[in-house]
């Protein structure tokens, strides 16, 4: 099978700073039968969505958090839930679905992590999710883990982040935040958006 890739150009602002998008890329087969995957998307009828595969979480660069405009009303009963079933600050919630998936419901980054929460595979299975991209499933089990973390970590939230994003053996090897720039950027961001999610 021959696969051709088009992909326009795309970008997203925030602030005063582009980056790139998560496209949403579409597939159909053109008339020699070439199979096209293309963030344009083509005549109605013809393509098949595929999801959104992107640059989610870390590896966006350049962003302004202090500034990045901030998502207050989207899953709100979700958040509050999960918030309420687990003991989990919301703005803490809320701040990892910022940095994690900028609050792409189909968001899938490189490594493999899906939805608002980015779950990777072994914890949606551990947590029973049963469709990632289910926000209600996605955030429920996000947080669950999250609360699991912040007890282990005697809720000391930047360890349980840092475990979030870098696993907890990482966490207890270094006995503490791992000297990866990925983690600590992820902590920065983290510690940014939480503060003001809660002003």
Known sequence: MRVLVALA???????AVSAPAAAQVYRYEDEDGITVLTNVKPEAGRY???R???????????VDWHATPLRRVEYREEVR????????????IRAIMHAESWFEVTAVSRAGAEGLMQL???TQVRFGVSDPFDPLDNISAGVAYLA????RFENDWELAVAAYNAGETAVRRHG??????????????VRILRARYGG
């Open 120 to 122: 990777m595979p072994a």
């Open 52 to 62: 959104n595969v992107g640059c989610y979480g870390t590896c966006i660069k350049g």
């Open 176 to 189: 503490g935040i791992p000297p990866y720039a990925e983690t600590r950027e992820y902590v920065r961001r």
């Open 9 to 15: 150009a795309t970008t997203i602002w925030l602030g």
């Open 148 to 151: 699991e973390l912040l007890e």
């Open 48 to 50: 098949e969505n595929v």
């Open 81 to 92: 839930g999960a918030a309420a079933v687990y003991g989990v600050d919301e703005a803490l």
